[in-house]
């Protein structure tokens, strides 16, 4: 596809459950980012990958939070035993290179833990 | 630690008015600035970036920021508002060292009168 593509869009789940959220960057994109947007807390880097190796993860806020990228592509956000305040909309966003070169997102994965 | 700040929570301007959104940074090194804008129900878009160079720049929907070292700062402007431009502005400062990691601003909401 043309853009950065997230799925699901919204996810349910119930509290102590695992999730998985998935990103499809830009093709040819070799920078991935993680971020989360969530109320009072604005946007919140959790973790880059450069290929598939992740030289920033110091967002992850638990070890809970996971990620994988395969292929230099796909990418897997996976958060265990999820908890109220996992909560948020989710974002991805790739760009070319890294910093210097536009970081263009998805439209998110809004996860509502009950 | 690198921050941002975004002082104003929520702008209201007439359409035609002039505006201003300010944003302070605090970090060690020359900073990566960005502007990014999010709609209702849409993703993050790129406004403009400063990496060096003429400290005012140019981005895309009429829309300028200008670099002040000696302020921190980084306030986006935009000389007369359009109703479409109504939505949430972010903004974000990186370094080169750091990768991709953007550090965001809270945002601050933009709301246009007729």
């Known amino acids: 596809g043309a853009g950065v593509s997230q799925s699901p869009s919204n996810k349910v789940t119930e509290k102590g459950k695992d999730v998985e959220l998935r990103c499809d960057p830009i093709s040819g994109h070799t920078a991935l980012y993680w971020y989360r947007q969530s109320l009072g807390q604005g946007l919140e880097f959790l973790i880059y990958f450069q290929g598939n190796s992740a030289p920033d993860k110091s967002g992850l806020p638990s070890d809970r939070f996971s990620a994988e990228r395969t292929g230099g592509s796909v990418s897997t956000l996976t958060i265990q035993r999820t908890q109220q305040e996992d909560s948020a909309v989710y974002l991805c966003?790739?760009?070319?290179?890294?910093?210097?070169?536009?970081?263009?997102f998805g439209q998110g994965t809004r996860l509502t833990v009950v | 630690a690198q921050s941002v700040t975004q002082p104003d929570i929520h702008i209201t301007v007439s359409e035609g008015a002039s505006l201003e959104l300010r944003c302070n940074y605090s970090y060690g090194a020359t900073p990566y600035l960005f502007w990014y804008v999010q709609s209702p129900g849409q993703g993050l878009q790129l406004l403009l970036k400063?990496?060096?160079?003429?400290?005012l720049v140019q981005g895309i929907k009429g829309f300028e920021a200008e670099f002040k070292r000696s302020q921190s700062s980084f306030n986006l402007r935009k000389p007369s508002v359009h109703w479409s431009d109504a939505a949430e502005y972010f903004c974000a400062v990186g370094a080169k060292n750091q990768g991709g990691k953007l550090i965001f601003g809270q945002g601050t909401e933009l709301s246009v009168k007729p």
């Open positions: 400063y990496f060096s160079g003429d400290t």
């Open positions: 966003a790739s760009s070319l290179e890294g910093l210097n070169t536009e970081a263009f």
